[in-house]
Nanobody, 122 residues
C-alpha cells in the first residue's frame, strides 16, 4: 500500500502561481512513477504531468499539452515527494488536483491522494 497526501491548493488570480506538494509513504520506491491529474467540475479526470524513472538513475517528465511551458513537476526521491509548480494560471486550470503513483514499468496508476482544490479566479 502507498499513501499519498497533497497540499498547497488554494485560490489564485489569473496569471498567478501556486505550488502543490505530494508526499508518499508506505511501499513506495524511488523508481515508481509519480504523477498529477486533475478533475474540473462536470469533466473527466485528466492527466497533467508525471515523473518516470529511467535507467541510469535519471528521471524524465511528461506534460499534458495544455500545461506545457507553464507547469513544472519534479521528484525529490529522498523525501518520496513530488511537486507541481504552476505558473501563468488560467481560469480553466481550476480543478481538484490529485497526486498518484504507479509501479515502475506499469502504465496503471494504483494509488491516489485525496486531492487538493485549485481555483483560479479574479
Amino acid at each position: 500500500q502507498v499513501q499519498l497526501v497533497e497540499s498547497g491548493g488554494g485560490l489564485v488570480e489569473p496569471g498567478g502561481s501556486l505550488r502543490l506538494s505530494c508526499t508518499a509513504s508506505g511501499r513506495i520506491s524511488r523508481n515508481d512513477t509519480m504523477g498529477w491529474f486533475r478533475q474540473a467540475p462536470g469533466k473527466d479526470r485528466e492527466f497533467v504531468a508525471d515523473v518516470r524513472w529511467r535507467s541510469g538513475r535519471v528521471y524524465f517528465t511528461n506534460y499534458a499539452d495544455s500545461v506545457k511551458g507553464r507547469f513544472t513537476t519534479f521528484r525529490e526521491a529522498s523525501k518520496n515527494a513530488i511537486y507541481l509548480l504552476m505558473n501563468s494560471l488560467k481560469p480553466e486550470d481550476t480543478a481538484v488536483y490529485f497526486c498518484a503513483s504507479a509501479r515502475f514499468g506499469s502504465l496503471t496508476y494504483d494509488y491516489w491522494g485525496q486531492g487538493t482544490q485549485v481555483t483560479v479566479s479574479s
